[in-house]
Structure formats: structure tokens, C-alpha cells
């Protein structure tokens, strides 16, 4: 089975961004020496799975970060090629996906944003979630899911908090 990890960071009341898109409120947990586990994910996925909204806010922040792995951009649109790395793509995300496993891969970081991540979930594709709640109540923004879809219950498979206040929380799908 491939796993499709949804890993994603969300206010306490559900928010990745935002209503401009904005993720400044995430910036008091990048650097200073805790990564929350951020190397470890990232060597353990091999392809990564983006909404072309997402996609465009990685390519504002200049050199494409994930150069080493495969990405897949969801979009209907031309946009700009930011590495060799990046596919556009105009496919449904399960044609996606079923694409990855023809390449037997094992495991896929569905970034996000909310409308891909929307999309995926109804399609039932993904199977885990791997959410960091942030001590914050934004108070509107972009949402962690689009739609809110049909009920899926979930497991817990871990869960950590850290000192910063923020919480890591790990759901596996049924
Ligand atoms: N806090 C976090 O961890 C985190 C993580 C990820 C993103 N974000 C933030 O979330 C925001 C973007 O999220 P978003 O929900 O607005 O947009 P998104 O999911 O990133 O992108 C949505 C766009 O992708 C395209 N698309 C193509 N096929 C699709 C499909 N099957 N399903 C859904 N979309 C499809 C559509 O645009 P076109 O076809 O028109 O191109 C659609 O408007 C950004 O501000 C980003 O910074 C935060």
C-alpha cells in the first residue's frame, strides 16, 4: 500500500494560512534548533503532491526546496517550472497516485493546501494524517480541509507535544 501523508500545520481552529495566504504565524517555530521531525519526514517521503496555490507560494520563496524529490503541482494552468524536479499536472489525483504506485513508491507528502488536500480526501486517498497544531487562533483563513466531505474516522497513532506549545498529531485512516 502507498501511504499518502497529509503533513501540514494548522491553527487551533483549523486554519493553514491565512485569508491572504499568509503563514507568518509559523514563523516562531522554524529555526532555532527544533525541527519537529521535519528531516526525519521528509527523508522517509518520495514524491511530493502540491495544490498549484501552494505551489505558488513555494515558488515566492525563491530556490525550489525539494529538488531531490519528484513534485506533482495540481493545476489547470501554465504555470512557471520551478526545477526539473516539478511536474504540472491537469490529471485527477487519483490517476496520481495510481501513476506513483505504477513507480512503486511507497510514500507520498500531500502538502496541501486545503483544496487539494479536499480533493484527496474525497477521492479516499489519503491515509494518513500527520497534523502539528500551532498554539494560535487565527480566526478565519484558509482552511485545513476545503469542504468539509463525509465523516472519516480516524486512529491516533501518536502524538507529541513540545515545549514551544505546538502538537504533533498523527492519524492513521478507520
Ligand atoms: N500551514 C501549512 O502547513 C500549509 C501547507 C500547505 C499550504 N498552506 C497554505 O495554504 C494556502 C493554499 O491552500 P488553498 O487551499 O488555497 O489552495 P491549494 O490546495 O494549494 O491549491 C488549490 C488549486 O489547485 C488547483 N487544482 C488542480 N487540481 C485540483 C484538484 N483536483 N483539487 C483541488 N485543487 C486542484 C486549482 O487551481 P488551478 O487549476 O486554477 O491552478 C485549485 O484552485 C497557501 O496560502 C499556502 O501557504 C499551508
Do not use: N
Not at 497529509?6 to 507568518?24: E, P, Q
Request: aromatic share 12%; net charge negative; glycine share 12%.
Amino acid at each position: 500500500m502507498m501511504e499518502v501523508i497529509y503533513y501540514a500545520a494548522c491553527s487551533l481552529d483549523g486554519y493553514i494560512a491565512t485569508a491572504d495566504g499568509g503563514v507568518d504565524w509559523l514563523d516562531p517555530y522554524q529555526g532555532g534548533g527544533e525541527d519537529y521531525g521535519y528531516a526525519e519526514f521528509y527523508s522517509s517521503v518520495e514524491a511530493l503532491l502540491l495544490g498549484s496555490r501552494t505551489y505558488e507560494v513555494s515558488l515566492r520563496l525563491g530556490e525550489w526546496q525539494a529538488p531531490d524529490k519528484p513534485s506533482w503541482v495540481f493545476t489547470q494552468r501554465d504555470l512557471p517550472i520551478a526545477h526539473p524536479s516539478v511536474t504540472l499536472t491537469s490529471e485527477d489525483p487519483a490517476a496520481i497516485v495510481a501513476a506513483l504506485r505504477e513507480r512503486s513508491l511507497k510514500c507520498a507528502w500531500l502538502m496541501g493546501g486545503g483544496e487539494l488536500a479536499a480533493s484527496f480526501r474525497t477521492a479516499g486517498l489519503i491515509t494518513r494524517y500527520m497534523i502539528f497544531v500551532v498554539p494560535i487562533i487565527l480566526g478565519g483563513g484558509v482552511p485545513l480541509f476545503a469542504d468539509a466531505g463525509e465523516r472519516s474516522p480516524l486512529s491516533l497513532l501518536h502524538a507529541k507535544p513540545y515545549p514551544s506549545g505546538l502538537v504533533q498529531l498523527d492519524y492513521g485512516v478507520g
